[in-house]
T-cell receptor, first 115, second 112 residues
Framework: NAGVMQNPRHLVRRRGQEARLRCSPM?????VYWYRQLPEEGLKFMVY????????ESGMPKERFSAEFPKEGPSILRIQQVVRGDSAAYFC?????????????FGEGSWLTVV | SQKIEQNSEALNIQEGKTATLTCNYT??????LQWYRQDPGRGPVFLLL?????KEKRKERLKVTFDTTLKQSLFHITASQPADSATYLC???????????FGSGTRLSIRP
């Protein structure tokens, strides 16, 4: 039973390019969370999605960032026109549908470096 | 705004002693609180969950307390081992489908 799969694990982009990070949740999980982590800092919430629906995007920057979780396929976090400050580890987590108090399971992260 | 605070300084403990980590929160009434472990370069791994109506939870050498009046959780590792060295993250969640927010973590080092 595979865990949460994220790819790519490492991504290098030049300023102004686009970065696409993918997350395949655990089997049976319909909820996905994205977090950003800067070096020596905690996890900052970005967005919480279920299939075809954004539940909470209060942590997403207003510009350049978007996320989706289509009916089929992985969840995608898209960063347009990347800047150096976007360099960070991006973690995806998934949980089963519903009731509060579900454990969320993390992937191993995607490390974005903007040069 | 909601805020979670964990010991900002690293905690260094002698092997065999009990390590105690603190998580304080403000402007929030969580339905549950979780603790995660994170090793360098890896994703966080779930350890324990405690609900708002529970005072204490145990799992092997781990113990978590939850005081909703003080708005504080304590996380204890008894008989600590060097393999327990990692960053420990506190996380809070609400009563309905809602985001889970994390503290900045406490780095724990257990010296032999």
């Amino acid at each position: 039973n595979a865990g949460v799969m994220q790819n790519p694990r490492h991504l290098v982009r030049r300023r102004g390019q686009e970065a696409r990070l993918r997350c395949s949740p655990m089997k049976g999980h319909s909820h996905v969370y994205w977090y950003r982590q800067l070096p020596e800092e905690g996890l900052k919430f970005m967005v919480y999605l279920q299939k075809e629906n954004i539940i909470d995007e209060s942590g997403m920057p207003k510009e350049r960032f978007s996320a989706e979780f289509p009916k089929e396929g992985p969840s995608i976090l898209r960063i347009q026109q990347v800047v150096r400050g976007d360099s960070a580890a991006y973690f995806c987590a998934s949980s089963p549908p519903s009731a509060a108090g579900n454990t969320i399971y993390f992937g191993e992260g995607s490390w974005l470096t903007v040069v | 705004s909601q805020k979670i605070e964990q010991n900002s300084e690293a905690l260094n403990i002698q092997e065999g002693k009990t390590a105690t980590l603190t998580c304080n929160y403000t402007n929030y009434s969580p339905a549950y609180l979780q603790w995660y472990r994170q090793d360098p370069g890896r994703g966080p791994v779930f350890l324990l969950l405690i609900r708002e109506n529970e005072k204490e939870k145990r799992k092997e050498r781990l113990k978590v307390t939850f005081d909703t009046t003080l708005k504080q959780s304590l996380f204890h590792i008894t008989a600590s081992q060097p393999a327990d060295s990692a960053t420990y993250l506190c996380a809070l969640g609400g009563s309905s489908a809602s985001k889970i927010i994390f503290g900045s973590g406490t780095r724990l080092s257990i010296r032999p």
